[in-house]
Nanobody, 117 residues
Framework: QVQLVESGGGLVQAGGSLRLSCAAS????????MGWYRQAPGKERESVAR????????VYADSVKGRFTISRDNAKNTVYLQMNSLKPEDTAIYYC??????????WGQGTQVTVSP
């Protein structure tokens, strides 16, 4: 069974930084797309950042461009989300996702990020 374990969330003041990590129990981690999503109270889950397993290309939500960076370490089966210049509106539960097709699509349990004004 595939497991994704997020870590690195917490409470930070506006303007601060956090780095989220997601460790995946996948034998072929390098063959999976990876992404970070978030869900704020009362809102739908949204894509924050994604990284392709084929090209290494990245896609970011407009709201985080220039502030967040997604990266992956295939040797460690880990994907990261570096979050800088955090804003109160970034407060949400952040989820890690890995996928390569409709059948192989997995989510982590989430980690809380809270940004105080």
């Amino acid at each position: 069974q595939v497991q994704l374990v997020e870590s690195g969330g917490g409470l930070v003041q506006a303007g601060g930084s956090l780095r989220l990590s997601c460790a995946a129990s996948l034998r072929t981690f390098s063959n999976y797309n990876m992404g970070w999503y978030r869900q704020a109270p009362g809102k739908e889950r949204e894509s924050v950042a994604r990284i392709s397993w084929i090209t290494g290309g990245t896609v970011y939500a407009d709201s985080v461009k220039g502030r967040f960076t997604i990266s992956r370490d295939n040797a460690k089966n880990t994907v990261y989300l570096q979050m800088n210049s955090l804003k109160p509106e970034d407060t949400a539960i952040y989820y890690c996702r890995c996928w390569r097709n409709e059948r192989d699509d997995y989510w982590g349990q989430g980690t809380q990020v809270t940004v105080s004004p």
